[in-house]
């Protein structure tokens, strides 16, 4: 009698763990489709990150350069600048010195030009006006004349603050048979091409992320036609500049700022420079506007101006 209470008590309970059993496989059974549809909600609620999207072998930090302010009026600058190259004349005129440069660099472009007797500087005149990360600033051709048709230009950039002349930096040395003017006082500005600048970057950067063509997967120049086309710039000279900025990008194409302008006459154009940071390199684009039709019309690789041009 022992011996069958026990087995009576082992039936039990192994009769309550299998109803045990089935009731939790029939809940489970019943709830299916609940934990199903609430599985998929939390995935799709989920927020990934879009540099894992765009390029997971380049999640890094934003390393921006600083950038200038774009608020000015430019035909205030133009006045400004034509003023300042009229005093530069008139004083030149009255002391035969050049007193917007330092004494060494009187010193040194006067030792040049007097290398031969009848060599001597005429006017100077106005290439370009601009602004960069050290201010306001204008660059002039210093005119050597001599007996023959060429003539020789000094040119200098002149930083200023309102009237004042506050450092000179020296360029470079050009020669042709006329001297070299590309602000006239009687052209008009129009559209300034600076006001527009930040805007039509957002746009830029945001072509660039929308056709995934950032850092690993820009493969070639030759993918960038398209978005130079969207972006009304003329691909044959726009898609090494925008395969190069992308290539170069961070996964936000956020490491690139507008440090500079340079506004010119002739050509009529603004030039706006924009610097770009990686963790080991530093590249620069020029991104340039036509005042004659009102657009951007190119984004190029390197710094281009009429500092250099003959």
């Given at each position: 009698?022992?011996?069958?209470?026990?087995?009576?008590?082992?039936?039990?309970?192994?009769?309550?763990?299998?109803?045990l059993?089935?009731?939790?496989?029939?809940s489970?059974?019943?709830?299916?489709?609940?934990?199903?549809?609430?599985?998929?909600?939390?995935?799709s609620s989920?927020?990934?990150?879009?540099?894992?999207?765009?390029?997971?072998?380049?999640?890094?930090?934003?390393?921006?350069?600083?950038?200038?302010?774009?608020?000015?009026?430019?035909?205030?600058?133009?006045?400004?600048?034509?003023?300042?190259?009229?005093?530069?004349?008139?004083?030149?005129?009255?002391?035969?010195?050049?007193?917007?440069?330092?004494?060494?660099?009187?010193?040194?472009?006067?030792?040049?030009?007097?290398?031969?007797?009848h060599?001597?500087?005429?006017?100077?005149t106005?290439?370009?006006?601009?602004?960069?990360?050290?201010?306001?600033?204008?660059?002039?051709?210093?005119?050597?004349?001599?007996?023959?048709?060429?003539?020789?230009?000094?040119?200098?950039?002149?930083?200023?603050?309102?009237?004042?002349?506050?450092?000179?930096?020296?360029?470079?040395?050009k020669?042709?048979?006329?001297?070299p003017?590309?602000?006239?006082k009687?052209i008009?500005?129009?559209?300034?091409?600076?006001?527009?600048?930040d805007a039509?970057?957002?746009r830029?950067?945001?072509?660039i992320?929308?056709?995934?063509?950032?850092?690993?997967?820009?493969?070639?120049?030759?993918?960038?036609?398209?978005?130079?086309?969207n972006?009304?710039?003329?691909?044959?000279?726009?898609?090494?500049?925008?395969?190069?900025l992308?290539?170069?990008?961070?996964?936000?194409?956020?490491?690139?700022?507008?440090?500079?302008?340079?506004?010119?006459?002739?050509?009529?154009?603004?030039?706006i420079?924009?610097?770009?940071?990686?963790?080991?390199?530093?590249?620069?684009?020029?991104?340039?506007?036509?005042?004659?039709?009102?657009?951007?019309?190119?984004?190029?690789r390197?710094i281009?101006?009429?500092?250099?041009?003959?």
């Amino acid at each position: 009698m022992e011996i069958l209470k026990k087995l009576n008590k082992t039936y039990i309970k192994w009769i309550v763990i299998f109803l045990l059993l089935i009731a939790i496989i029939f809940s489970y059974a019943l709830n299916l489709g609940k934990i199903k549809d609430k599985t998929i909600n939390d995935i799709s609620s989920l927020t990934i990150p879009f540099s894992l999207i765009v390029n997971p072998n380049n999640i890094d930090e934003d390393i921006a350069p600083k950038a200038i302010s774009l608020k000015t009026d430019l035909n205030s600058s133009k006045t400004d600048a034509l003023n300042l190259i009229s005093s530069i004349n008139d004083d030149y005129d009255n002391t035969k010195q050049l007193s917007f440069l330092s004494n060494d660099q009187e010193e040194s472009l006067l030792k040049k030009v007097h290398q031969k007797s009848h060599r001597y500087i005429g006017k100077m005149t106005l290439l370009n006006f601009g602004k960069d990360t050290h201010g306001k600033y204008i660059t002039v051709s210093c005119n050597r004349y001599d007996d023959t048709k060429n003539i020789v230009s000094y040119r200098y950039r002149l930083y200023s603050k309102e009237d004042t002349i506050t450092s000179a930096k020296y360029l470079n040395t050009k020669s042709n048979k006329y001297p070299p003017k590309y602000i006239f006082k009687d052209i008009e500005l129009g559209k300034f091409g600076t006001t527009e600048a930040d805007a039509f970057m957002q746009r830029l950067k945001t072509a660039i992320i929308n056709s995934n063509l950032t850092a690993t997967n820009a493969s070639e120049p030759g993918n960038f036609n398209q978005i130079s086309i969207n972006l009304g710039l003329n691909p044959d000279k726009s898609n090494i500049g925008l395969y190069t900025l992308a290539k170069n990008s961070n996964s936000r194409v956020s490491n690139s700022s507008i440090v500079g302008y340079q506004v010119s006459d002739v050509p009529r154009y603004t030039r706006i420079y924009i610097k770009q940071l990686s963790k080991d390199n530093s590249y620069y684009y020029t991104l340039t506007f036509s005042r004659n039709s009102g657009h951007f019309i190119n984004l190029q690789r390197g710094i281009i101006s009429t500092d250099s041009k003959n």
